[in-house]
């Protein structure tokens, strides 16, 4: 690898960390990154066909949690920044088997903040000379804060209030990392993101399964009553917000990164049935007129399941802090950014 500044990545093979990766590799000519990721279900090297060739990255499959690797990976490539955005993040999954959420997003975060420290660092607030500017930046979500009445929106002083054992040990790592800013004063800072999406999200999410089962004729579930409201934030305008909090945020900062792009489970559902209806027709989708499926449009495919237990109602992001203190603004509206994303997917699916 080159002689630039290395950073260390984690998760990077996932949906916003494979976003990312291209994206600073492509801005930024003066760091090597050093991608960790253990390859779960979340994580694919597909999405990262891109940079394989590159000189200044480097793919190491791993887990967080194993403190041995995280230390060879300090000391082999004298990593020089954190950008921290391995987690479990499958609410539905984090219902069923909550053990493994804790180990990763607990664990995991305390062995890298951990070894960063002790990497970095001399002693509680002295940092070793060459190692002053270092920073570990810790991905989180909107989810920590809980539910929202109807009208109010999450800032950065809104009181923790977890609702899933997913939201839970995203909020306890929260806590982790602030408290080696606080404790040993590690240069660290956190942003929290409402829900993403674009391309390369991981299938089971609600954006791609709305696009998957509508290609293929089959039903489109919506929880409960479908009136979920979310804040969706298009993948590439978060990463460049994660760029701006990391290079700029000030040490020991909450930032907030969220779309003000506020949808019901249904309005999401309707605007994309409406587009595919457009752009790839049912006339035009073979398997839905080889099925003999009795449907005019996709979205004669829904269908209401049983809502999710534990189901926030409404999450919504107040993003004016990051907007004016570090000069972020998203480029893309919701109307935008789901065109862009469901052209990407009509290309994954062969349905083009």
Known sequence: MTNNKSILITGGA?????????????????YNIINLDLLTYAGNLENLKECEDNPKYKFIKGDICNRDLVEFIFN????????????????????????????????????????????WMDKPNSYKKSYKDCRFHHIST?????????????????????????????????????????????????????????????????????????LKGNPIPIYGDGKNIRDWLYVLDHCKGIDLVFHKGKAGETYNIGGRNERTNLQIVDTICNIL???????????????????????????????????????????????????????????SGIIKTIEWYLGKYNAK
């Open 142 to 214: 909107d989810e920590v804060y809980g539910t929202l009445n109807e009208t109010d929106l999450f800032t950065e002083s809104t009181p923790y209030a977890p609702n899933s054992p997913y939201s839970a040990s995203k909020a306890s790592s929260d806590m982790i990392v602030r408290s080696y800013q606080e404790t040993y004063g590690l240069n660290t800072v956190i942003t929290n993101c409402s829900n993403n999406y674009g391309p390369k999200q991981h299938d089971e999410k609600l954006i791609p399964t709305i696009i998957r089962n509508a």
């Open 277 to 335: 209806d457009i752009k790839f027709p049912i006339n035009q989708n073979e398997i839905i007129q080889n099925s003999k499926l009795n449907i005019q449009n996709y979205k004669d495919l829904i269908v209401f399941v049983k809502d999710r237990a534990g189901h926030d109602r409404r999450y919504a992001i107040d993003a004016t802090k990051l907007e004016n203190e570090l000069g972020w603004k998203a480029d893309e509206d919701f109307d």
């Open 14 to 30: 996932g949906f916003i960390g494979s976003n990312f990766v291209p994206y600073f590799l492509d801005k930024y000519k003066e």
């Open 76 to 119: 082999e490539y004298d990593i020089r920044g954190v950008i921290h955005f391995a987690a479990e993040s499958h609410v539905d999954n984090s219902i069923k088997n909550p053990g493994v959420f804790i180990q990763t997003n607990v664990n995991g975060t305390f062995t890298l903040i951990d070894v960063a420290y002790k990497y």
